[in-house]
């Protein structure tokens, strides 16, 4: 170890009442952005897998323009030879065929525009959280005929409950009329609104039935491993449709595409935390350039004396800077640790934040949540604090250069 940093380590605890405070602020500041940027993504996280577990999945096949228009005419004519790639892809945890039709559906006493989605019983309920949302009846069978799950809303909207029948009226493939008498045997409740005041599920062969479909489906809806996986098996689907020269029929759509308003929400939560990081960054850096700035005033003196006896300014500004850098160190190390602890403790427990029920729910979030700590939030933050802080002692360190040895000396 060099001289000098022998004696910064040294010289920062010469004040330990100073010093202490100094490293305090900055493991505070380190601390509070690693729980808060691993709270910010882990609050990302459960919404997105929400939203995906409830209705569109992490990834979604389809023909091309049906997610931009989506109609009854652009379908997927032979899902066998997807279902065949699907199951050779490394990723994928599940995964479930869909058809939807947009439809007028009646009730005895009310009519509404709706959504009819024709599903798989069996697979939907290893891709989606239908099955578990169930209020009231219970969860389609795979030998059920004629019957329907809808929302809560659109149950209280129609005035129709358990048993009671709804004629649907829509329009086939075809061009013909489609027409059908479905019962209802389920109402769920997902805790998203529009989802629940939108939609009517039934078999998907009865979907297919009545709507003149064939064989043929809209959505190969798929779910990942864990959302990390998302793009990976999006790039594997691709390269399959290449091979087969699927590509030029179909498409492979993420989340981030299907539910763009849930991507720009993030986007801008995520903007406006930022901004209250950087502004605690800030904050943090004059108490840290104050502090550095004092501690030289203070020490003028000694400056002064070194340079008389022969040592270089810059050599003395290397000293500060390293007493710095320790300081910077000690307080960032100490902030990612303690953070991590704490992040990791509230990982495994989950934060419970009374009064927000309600509010949550209408997003399909759970009342508790839960922070994810991973590489990114536990040192992005800390890394722009040390930057930062760099930055802050390095000026009340150049000012040691404009210093002359007499007057140095003479100064109290």
């Known amino acids: 170890m060099s001289i000098e940093l022998k004696m910064a380590w040294r010289n920062i605890w010469r004040n330990p009442r100073r010093t202490l405070l100094t490293i305090a602020a900055i493991a505070f500041s380190s601390l ?3 729980f808060m940027l691993s709270f910010q993504l882990g609050c990302y996280e459960t919404m997105i897998n929400t939203s995906v577990k409830v209705s569109t999945g992490h990834l979604q096949i389809q023909a091309k323009g049906y997610l931009e228009d989506k109609k009854i005419n652009l379908v997927v004519k032979n899902p ?13 945890s599940a995964y479930t065929f869909r058809a ?3 439809c007028l559906a009646s009730s005895d006493k009310r009519t509404y525009g709706v959504v ?3 599903i798989d019983p069996v697979k939907e309920a290893h891709v989606s959280t239908i099955s578990s949302i169930i209020r009231k009846g219970s969860y389609l069978k795979e030998e059920d005929e004629s019957s329907a799950l809808i929302g809560e809303h659109l149950s209280k909207n129609l005035k129709a409950g358990i048993g009671d029948e709804l004629t649907i009226l829509g329009q086939g493939r075809d061009g013909s009329i489609a027409a059908a008498v479905l019962t209802i045997k389920g109402i769920f409740d997902s805790g998203i609104d529009e989802f629940d005041r939108n939609v009517i599920m039934t078999g998907l062969n009865d979907f297919q039935d009545i709507f003149s479909m064939g064989n043929s489906i809209h959505e190969a809806v798929i779910t990942a491993n864990s959302l990390g996986d998302v793009s990976m098996v999006k790039q594997e689907i691709q390269n399959h449709f290449s091979e087969t020269q699927q590509n030029k029929t179909l498409v492979a759509a993420d989340w981030m595409e299907i539910m763009p308003g849930l991507l720009q929400g993030i986007q801008m939560d995520l903007v406006s935390g930022i901004i209250m990081y950087i502004i605690l960054v800030i904050v943090v850096a004059f108490s840290i350039f104050n502090t550095f700035l004092m501690a030289i005033f203070e020490r003028t003196r000694e400056f002064g004396v070194m340079m008389a006896i022969g ?3 810059s050599r003395i500004t290397k000293l500060v800077l390293f007493e710095s850098l320790f300081m910077t160190l000690v307080g960032i190390l100490a902030g990612i640790v303690i ?3 704490l992040t990791l403790y509230f990982q495994s427990k989950g934060i419970y934040i009374a009064g927000t029920e309600d509010i949550l729910k209408q997003y399909g979030i759970p ?3 839960y922070p994810k700590l991973s590489l990114i939030s536990a040192t992005a933050g800390p890394l722009v604090v040390f930057l930062i802080t760099i930055v802050s002692s390095v ?3 150049l000012k040691i250069k404009k210093l002359k040895p007499v007057d140095a000396m003479a100064s109290v």
């Open 367 to 369: 009342d508790r949540l």
């Open 100 to 102: 939807n039709a947009f």
């Open 80 to 92: 066998a030879p997807v279902a065949s790639i699907l199951d050779s892809v490394k990723g994928i």
């Open 32 to 34: 509070i952005l690693v």
């Open 116 to 118: 009819v989605t024709g």
């Open 311 to 313: 040592t270089t300014p």
């Open 395 to 397: 000026f009340p360190a």
């Open 339 to 341: 953070g991590s602890l």
